[in-house]
């Protein structure tokens, strides 16, 4: 168990309260990495990316959803290591307690990677609605902090008139490219 890995989510979280994992439990191990997008609707409604690697979740939280096509990309905040069991999460996060808000399972799946470094990851994602190479990257400069990211869609959507997908209509997604605050609760 890597808990110093999760130090920081433990840290974050009374497990007497919230429903969420202490991440304690056994884990099964399969071939390919896993991932899972959770619709968090927190303080400020967002979605997270949490792939599996180093037997903990790599997350992100993603203010505008994951994009659909390559021509933008979108802000993913680098959030701390999250345990596997959160692969499998859904539920209400109490009030009072951190990303406190209801959390649903957008999708989950597999993923290939292609290439993990400190500065560019890239993925393969083969879910139900996720699909297609994505790639992320921290914005800032090496050696300073980088807890902003950007993910983009490096490979063309397999239908370029497909129905938008539900994230794309919800109105609070119109504003996009805004700068956040680092405000790391409302993840
Ligand atoms: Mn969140």
Redesign the pocket.
Known sequence: MPQKKLDTYAAKRDFDTTPEPAGKGPRRRTKQPRFVV?Q?H?TRL?W?LRLEHDRALASW?IPNGIPPDPKENRLAVR?EDHPLEYLDFHGEIPKGQY?AGTMTIWDQGTFEVHKWEDRKIEVTFHGERLQGRYGLFPIGRDGEPKDDWMIHRMDPPEDPDRVPMPERVLPMLARSSQKLPPDQKR?
Do not use: I
């Open positions: 959770q968090h927190a967002h997270d939280a959030t990303g993840w």
